[in-house]
């Protein structure tokens, strides 16, 4: 079974550029997460998506951000314009049902951003 | 405040000691997760504890869970040089559907 991936696994930008990150969770997972970790720190939430719908984005930081799951299938998230402390790692993740139920999330191997 | 805060930031051992990192959080929790992540890779589930559980064991692994002084601890026993990462614990609120990541404890084995 393939796990989560991710696309592309490293972008250079320069600030102020678009940025398009793809996510292909494991297939049959209803539940897709978008996390992010910056300049070394904690890992923060930025969204979940249940099928296609958002149901939970209190972590994007701005509206520079924007992440989409069409179909409920595949996710993307651009950043739009890219500043400089937008660099750092863009996990996402997946699981079937949710992790309350004691269910485990798994993660891709992120797509490493870096902005200068 | 930060939930799921791991102590400490940073460990060096040598090859074969055992490692011990602890994990603090602040709000009631379903269940408490260990994750490990090698430098320049991506996260790696390693074990799941419930609320209703105190310790689990896997492999070299285990974990502790005190739900009345909310903290939890991942014991890495007979480490390795290849335990070189950084080890996350997240938890899962009661009734939340996400996990929510500490800091991360920075461990290096050295052979």
């Known amino acids: 079974e393939a796990g989560v991936t991710q696309f592309p696994s490293h972008s250079v930008i320069e600030k102020g550029q678009t940025v398009t990150l793809r996510c292909d969770p494991i297939s049959g997972h209803d539940n897709l997460y978008w996390y992010r970790r910056v300049m070394g720190k904690e890992i923060k939430f930025l969204l979940h998506?249940?099928?296609?719908?958002?149901?939970?984005e209190s972590g994007m930081p701005n509206n520079r951000f924007l992440a989409e799951r069409t179909g409920g299938t595949y996710s993307t998230l651009k950043v739009q314009p890219a500043e400089l402390e937008d660099s750092g790692v863009y996990f996402c993740a997946s699981s079937q049902d949710s992790p309350g139920d004691g269910n485990t999330i798994y993660f891709g191997e992120g797509s490493w951003l870096t902005v200068v | 405040s930060q939930q799921g805060e791991e102590d400490p930031q940073a460990l060096s051992i040598q090859e074969g000691e055992n490692a011990t990192m602890n994990c603090s959080y602040k709000t009631s929790i379903n269940n408490l997760q260990w994750y490990r992540q090698n430098s320049g890779r991506g996260l790696v589930h390693l074990i799941l504890?419930?609320?209703?559980?105190r310790e689990k064991h896997s492999g070299r692994l285990r974990v502790t869970l005190d739900t009345s002084k909310k903290s939890s601890s991942l014991l890495i026993t007979a480490s390795r040089a290849a335990d070189t990462a950084s080890y996350f614990c997240a938890t899962v609120e009661t009734s939340g559907s996400r996990l929510t990541f500490g800091e991360g404890t920075q461990l290096t084995v050295n052979p």
């Open positions: 504890i419930r609320s209703n559980e």
């Open positions: 998506f249940v099928k296609e719908s958002k149901q939970d």
